[in-house]
């Protein structure tokens, strides 16, 4: 009976304030008891004006009792300590650095089970009882502990933050409502929790559609490497033995052409491995925006929901599509062809036709194109610097600032158009090829590029082209052919013109147009340049060899490249 009696709850000779066994035992009035030094600390930083309470059950004593030990039960806690009874709450129920701590808990506190949002107070289990038993707390919202609860108050006002001000697009509470925020759209927190999360998921479909459409990348890719490695070993072995035949007079040839092959299946394979990579990592971004976008949604508390959910523009924009093109396995065939012609024509091969083996036809066509720049600055970073060629120039146009800025001397035929066009041309082109308005630029243009054009007088047209074809005559003039894409501006509207067919475009007019090429992704835009960059049109196509840059000038008029 005796050790039946011992086996009693641990609350029962357990502090209520430091929650451990007690010690020096004392008893108070209302017949609640606790550790000496623990009840004469709790009463000690109570208010000097408060009158003492017991902790548990909030009776009020007239005057600060007179605290003595309780022999008997110091006995017994002392008997349980013997049996191994350990009354203490295990290790893993104390609050840690990283846990919300119960605020009503003294001494070493207890973790929080949840969070009042209108008492702004956490709560471990004992101390959460009177707000499931009590009707007094029966509006109160719990939701998990938080220690952001001091963030829901307002602090102008210190009242809780229940509202969402649409205008102002922040949390208030209703004295701000009637006061700075007064006649603003205004909604309940909830509300805005409520549309918020069901744009959310929106958001998620589309980082779920993108993140799929990735993995379909990613595959392709994994496709385009067997494939590369397979072309690559076949192009190897079918040199291998057409050599055979010619092994004393093109051993050294052979090791050549191996090497070549080798070193460009090792540089596609690592660009294709990068591209991979690049689409695993964002494969990853999405899938973390998933996830925290899933852990968001979960969140009860709708002050901290608004407060940390991220912008949606910032969750839906994206970078265009990756643009795949897959060729079937045909990578290294011409190198094959050259080889067998190498065997036919020994003699002409060793000393004049060697370079026939040129492997720069079998680059990979796979390419993730960059979202195209927003503003000015963006821009700039593709900036090229632009010259123009004097070879080009009828002796009727001027070139100056370095061969960066075109006038034409006369002042007839003002409805002339002109292009500053940047043209790198395989051989010098002779004045009486191109029409005598415009004029091309030294340097050609791949990758991503950059420029500006100024220009004044009565018409301006801008321009790309590829390397021009030798007429003369109205057909030379940009965009009246498929080689060139001109933008005009012409009796305040802009026209694009190509293959001789002319579109209206509408933009703002500015005396600055900038001209932004992305070659690989075929992208041709052009803008108009002010305070800030406004799309006047883009050109998608696909590009098949290098392009040229330019301006085309009337007469009394100028052009200058920026």
């Known amino acids: 009976m005796a050790q039946r009696g011992i086996q009693m ?59 003595k030990k309780n022999t008997m039960l ?61 009707p007094a707390f029966a509006k109160h919202k719990l939701v998990d502990p938080s220690k952001k609860l001091k963030e829901n108050v307002c602090t102008r006002h210190n009242e809780v933050m229940k509202i969402f001000c649409r205008t102002d697009q922040k949390c208030i509470c209703y004295l701000c409502s009637m006061d700075e925020h007064k006649g603003h759209r205004t909604v309940s927190a909830a509300a805005e929790r409520t549309k918020r999360q069901k744009d959310f998921g929106v958001s998620q479909q589309k980082i779920q559609q ?32 057409i050599f055979t035949d010619l092994i004393r007079l093109i051993e050294k040839r052979s090791s050549d052409v191996k090497q070549q092959i080798r070193s460009k299946q090792q540089t596609e394979v690592r660009r294709v491995k990068e591209l991979q990579e690049e689409l695993e990592e964002e494969i990853s971004d999405l899938r973390r925006n998933g996830i925290e976008l899933e852990q968001l949604t979960h969140t009860e508390d709708n002050i901290q929901f608004l407060q940390n ?112 066009l940047n043209l790198a041309c395989p051989e010098p082109l002779s004045r009486d090829y191109l029409c005598r308005f415009q004029v091309l630029s030294r340097e050609s243009l791949t990758g991503r590029c950059y420029w500006e054009v100024e220009w004044s007088g009565r018409f301006l047209s801008v321009a790309v082209t590829y390397p021009p074809i030798r007429r003369a005559g109205y057909q030379s003039v940009f965009g009246t052919n498929d080689k060139s894409w001109a933008l005009c501006y012409l009796n305040s509207r802009y026209e694009l013109t190509h293959n001789n067919i002319t579109i209206l475009v509408s933009g703002p007019y500015s005396s600055t147009v900038g001209v932004y090429l992305d070659h690989s992704a075929g992208i041709l835009s052009f803008y108009s340049v002010s305070k800030t960059m406004t799309l006047i049109h883009r050109v998608q196509t696909k590009f098949t060899q290098p392009l040229y840059a330019g301006i085309f000038v009337g007469y009394g008029s100028t052009g200058e490249l920026k």
């Open 210 to 241: 993108r993140m799929q459409k990735r993995e379909k990348d990613v595959k392709l890719l994994q496709q385009e490497m067997k494939t590369l490695n397979h072309s690559a070993d076949k192009a190897v072995e079918d040199s291998e033995k």
């Open 309 to 420: 959910c991220p912008s949606l523009s910032n969750l839906t924009d994206s970078k265009d599509s990756s643009i795949i093109n897959i060729h079937p396995a045909r990578h290294f065939e011409d190198v094959n062809a050259v080889v067998a012609e190498i065997r036919d024509k020994l003699q002409d091969i060793l000393s004049e036709s060697w370079t026939k083996t040129s492997l720069m036809k079998t680059q990979v066509d796979v390419f993730l194109p960059q979202a195209e720049p927003r503003s000015r600055a963006d821009f700039l970073q593709y900036s090229c610097r632009i010259t123009l060629a004097p070879n080009t120039a009828n002796t009727e146009m001027s070139l100056s600032k370095g061969n960066r800025k075109a006038t034409m001397m006369h002042s007839e035929n003002a409805g002339s158009v002109v292009m500053a």
């Open 74 to 134: 110091a006995d017994l806690v002392e008997l349980l300590k013997k049996t191994g009874l350990q009354a203490a709450p295990a290790d893993h129920c104390y609050a840690g650095p990283e846990d919300v701590g119960c605020d009503v808990c003294t001494g070493r506190k207890l973790k929080a089970l949840k969070s009042c949002e209108q008492c702004l107070v956490s709560y471990c289990e004992q101390h959460l009882q009177p707000h499931y038993e009590s």
């Open 9 to 67: 709850e641990k609350e029962k000779v357990c502090c209520a304030i430091c929650l451990d066994l007690l010690k020096d035992p004392v008893g108070i009035p209302c017949g609640h008891s606790y550790c000496m030094n623990y009840i004469k600390r709790h009463w000690d930083e109570e208010d000097q004006r408060t009158i003492p309470s017991c902790p548990q059950c909030r009776q009020i004593f007239g005057s600060r009792p007179v605290l």
